[in-house]
């Protein structure tokens, strides 16, 4: 549906429905509500340049994330991604607005106005699989990128890292160091990133031709606290695993915590190598490996891929992967395999 057409259903002129569009004055309410409801009735989705006829508005991006803000503003990769993402923004003259915490209410007034179609596009991020958000964003047919890919919802458009191939990596690499009992700590099996992660993990124990333990991959909440609890349950075991993947630095500095309280060095008598290359990753006494999240990047893509779509084009993929990268910073930890 175009706009001249919601005119001529409504039976109004193409400024009326502009001024409906931008919420300005001077509209009848008996011609404000005939139109709304014939865009309701046809999924109306205005285009950018019809919204803003009547007042040049600026044209916005929402951003979801379905996080606490403790989470977001403790967590260094959630500014990168939303520096990638106002930095592409603001190079094609959209404006960023954010919504955290928030996301999954939908009384909330912040909510309720980047849920209206005040809004040209949407990038959500969505900390489980079953964001209740995502209905209803999904329903208002407003163009949107998914951060992160979602096992159930493969028409929408997504971009993610390759979390399969960085946990594969990771495991291989330790698993080539010699050690035969890797640990593996991760967030909640219902983050969409969580499955990929042991995919990749269990992957490189059937290349290695080892057993793959249950009990040797423990869940937690994705804080220090949840780390030093999943750390724990892992130092129980008899025997312990002699090396560790931790699937977030949050978690990481519980774990790391909880080693040298238990008396354990790093890497003599545990190694590590984490998700996330945070800054602490290479300022640690010895320093840790750990795999590059191009965050920056992931921000860039989502929000030129949704440009791309909310001003009519076809995304080349509706699955854009990006790759990632381990860094090795243990000198025993040098893997002889060329392709580490």
């Known amino acids: 549906m175009t706009i001249e057409q919601i005119a001529e259903i409504a039976q109004v002129s193409i400024a009326t429905v502009s001024r409906v569009l931008n919420n300005q004055p001077h509209v009848r309410a008996e011609v404000r509500e005939r139109v709304l409801a014939v865009m309701q009735e046809h999924h109306y989705t205005p285009q950018a340049a019809a919204r803003t006829l009547a007042g ?81 964003l999904i329903a208002d047919r407003v163009p949107m990128v998914l951060v992160g890919k979602h096992p159930l919802l493969h028409h929408i458009v ?76 892992l130092l129980a075991l008899q025997p312990r695993p002699t090396a560790l993947f931790v699937s977030s630095a949050v978690m990481a500095t519980g774990v790391l915590r909880t080693l040298h309280e238990a008396g354990l060095r790093i890497p003599d008598d545990m190694t590590v190598v984490c998700f996330d290359d945070v800054p602490t990753a290479a300022s640690l006494n010895p320093s840790m490996t750990s795999l590059h999240q191009p965050m920056y990047d992931l921000g860039t893509t989502a929000a030129n891929v949704l440009i791309e779509m909310i001003e009519g084009k076809t995304p080349s993929s509706e699955n854009t992967i990006l790759p990632i990268s381990m860094i090795v910073r243990h000198e025993n930890d040098e893997c002889c395999d060329e392709e580490c």
């Open 56 to 136: 040049q508005r600026p044209k916005v991006i929402a951003v979801f994330i379905s996080e606490t803000t403790a989470t977001i503003f403790r967590n260094s990769t959630f500014s990168n991604l939303l520096q990638g993402m106002t930095e592409a923004c603001n190079a094609k003259g959209y404006v960023l607005m954010v919504s955290l915490d928030s996301a999954n209410r939908a009384d909330d007034p912040a909510t309720k106005l980047l849920h209206g179609r005040s809004v040209d596009g949407r990038i959500v991020i969505p900390n489980t699989i079953n964001d209740p958000l995502l209905p209803q």
């Open 158 to 233: 997504t971009v993610d890292i390759d979390h399969f191939a960085g946990s594969y990596q990771a495991v291989r690499h330790l698993l080539a160091l010699g050690h035969e009992s890797v640990g593996m700590i991760i967030g909640s099996l219902h983050a969409p990133a969580s499955h990929d992660q042991i995919e990749g993990y269990q992957q490189a124990y059937r290349e290695a031709g080892l057993p793959i333990h249950p009990a040797l991959i423990v869940t937690g909440a994705e804080s220090e606290h949840g780390g030093q609890s999943a750390i724990q349950q």
